[in-house]
């Protein structure tokens, strides 16, 4: 009897240190919220790759219509990182004490990379609409006000020395009713994050003016941490590793001339994912800095921009809310 009892205590105790082993083995659960756009090619790309899993994390992507509420969500908790534009909201969230950190790029707007374009409907380009000048009275769609398409729109118009106030800006919330509205003539004109400059040319209804980056170098994209990832610096770590050596491989495949085979790969886990055509997501692949490195000098122009224009509700440096320490451990441990 007795060696029965004992046979079971031995039994229970390695079938809880089994038990134990497989909860240690559990992948950590990290959710990314983002938009279903071709900056997210890393992203998309190193999930496909297994490079999160490698590193002990099951990625959940959580998808979202606009950039400001992904930066809400990640300063509320409610995803752990954040994969979108820089924003207005993003800014006074910092400002305001919001546990949220701007660690990394997702796009950079760069002269010859095709990242947000400037669209018109077809009808109106073949009618002469033509420069930004020709928009002057006319009604600009974007997502949001204080968007990076406000701040785009706003230094774009700079450069012709006109303001937003000599166009009418209609917020319509998310960005595939700003898509909707330019392809029903509702609106004269737009910038679309890719691929929709791409696709609006090959499905005919749209027409490129020109592409932001040939007129702007601008930190347009970033990825967020909440304060699970920053006070977890391991996982923090982690999911920096894996997404810097899929960064790189985006870079070295797509963004170098001629483009790696690879990058056809990339293509179409990115076509697969966003709901594009392959062809208009190759078109549309944006500049993202090899290493994930952020363009901090255009960080403080935003800022200044939007203090300056009412929108940022309180003064705020670079360091309160910017940690580049993940993307530089990342790369010490992946080497060059």
Same mark, same amino acid.
């Not at 990625?59 to 924003?87: E, H, L, Q």
């Not at 073949?126 to 020709?134: F, P």
């Not at 203090?307 to 309160?320: A, D, E, H, I, K």
């Given at each position: 009897?007795?060696? /029965? &009892?004992?046979?079971?205590?031995?039994?229970?105790?390695?079938?809880?240190?089994?038990?134990?082993?497989?909860?240690?083995?559990?992948?950590? &659960?990290?959710?990314?919220?983002?938009?279903?756009? &071709?900056?997210?090619?890393?992203?998309?790309?190193?999930?496909?790759?297994?490079?999160?899993?490698?590193?002990?994390?099951?990625?959940?992507?959580?998808?979202?219509?606009?950039?400001?509420?992904?930066?809400?969500?990640?300063?509320?908790?409610?995803?752990? &990182?954040?994969?979108?534009?820089?924003? /207005?909201?993003?800014?006074?969230?910092?400002?305001?004490?919001?546990?949220?950190?701007?660690?990394?790029?997702?796009?950079?707007?760069?002269?010859?990379?095709?990242?947000?374009?400037?669209?018109?409907?077809?009808?109106?380009?073949?009618?002469?609409?033509?420069?930004?000048?020709?928009?002057?009275?006319?009604?600009?769609?974007?997502?949001?006000?204080?968007?990076?398409?406000?701040?785009?729109?706003?230094?774009?118009?700079?450069?012709?020395?006109?303001?937003?106030?000599?166009?009418?800006?209609?917020?319509?919330?998310?960005?595939?009713?700003?898509?909707?509205?330019?392809?029903?003539?509702?609106?004269?004109?737009?910038?679309?994050?890719?691929?929709?400059?791409?696709?609006?040319?090959?499905?005919?209804?749209?027409?490129?003016?020109?592409?932001?980056?040939?007129?702007?170098?601008?930190?347009?994209?970033?990825?967020?941490?909440?304060?699970?990832?920053?006070?977890?610096?391991?996982?923090?770590?982690?999911?920096?590793?894996?997404?810097?050596?899929?960064?790189?491989?985006?870079?070295?495949?797509?963004?170098?001339?001629?483009?790696?085979?690879?990058?056809?790969?990339?293509?179409?886990?990115?076509?697969?994912?966003?709901?594009?055509?392959?062809?208009?997501?190759?078109?549309?692949?944006?500049?993202?800095?090899?290493?994930?490195?952020?363009?901090?000098?255009?960080?403080?122009?935003?800022?200044?921009?939007?203090?300056?224009?009412?929108?940022?509700?309180?003064?705020?440096?670079?360091?309160?809310?910017?940690?580049?320490?993940?993307?530089?451990?990342?790369?010490?441990?992946?080497?060059?």
């Amino acid at each position: 009897m007795t060696g /029965g &009892v004992e046979r079971f205590l031995a039994a229970l105790t390695t079938v809880l240190a089994l038990a134990g082993t497989v909860a240690a083995q559990a992948p950590a &659960v990290v959710r990314v919220g983002t938009l279903k756009l &071709v900056g997210g090619a890393p992203l998309f790309w190193a999930d496909e790759r297994g490079y999160f899993r490698q590193e002990g994390l099951e990625v959940r992507m959580v998808y979202f219509g606009a950039a400001a509420p992904v930066a809400t969500a990640t300063a509320t908790g409610d995803v752990d &990182v954040g994969a979108t534009g820089i924003t /207005g909201t993003l800014f006074n969230l910092a400002a305001g004490g919001g546990k949220i950190w701007l660690v990394a790029d997702r796009g950079q707007e760069r002269p010859g990379y095709p990242l947000n374009a400037v669209v018109v409907p077809k009808a109106s380009y073949d009618a002469g609409l033509r420069t930004l000048r020709d928009l002057r009275g006319k009604r600009l769609g974007l997502t949001t006000l204080g968007s990076t398409f406000h701040y785009q729109i706003a230094k774009l118009l700079e450069r012709e020395r006109l303001t937003p106030q000599d166009v009418e800006l209609v917020p319509l919330r998310d960005l595939q009713l700003v898509v909707q509205a330019l392809r029903a003539g509702q609106i004269a004109a737009a910038i679309l994050s890719p691929p929709w400059g791409a696709v609006a040319e090959e499905e005919g209804w749209g027409k490129v003016l020109f592409y932001v980056g040939d007129r702007l170098v601008n930190q347009v994209t970033g990825v967020f941490y909440g304060e699970r990832m920053r006070q977890n610096r391991a996982l923090g770590v982690a999911f920096m590793k894996a997404y810097v050596r899929a960064t790189r491989e985006y870079y070295d495949s797509c963004l170098r001339k001629p483009p790696r085979a690879l990058c056809e790969s990339i293509v179409r886990v990115t076509a697969r994912v966003v709901e594009a055509p392959e062809s208009a997501v190759r078109k549309s692949l944006p500049y993202i800095d090899r290493d994930a490195r952020l363009y901090l000098l255009d960080i403080e122009r935003q800022i200044a921009w939007y203090l300056q224009n009412g929108m940022l509700q309180r003064p705020l440096s670079v360091q309160q809310f910017v940690d580049t320490s993940f993307v530089n451990e990342a790369v010490r441990q992946l080497g060059p």
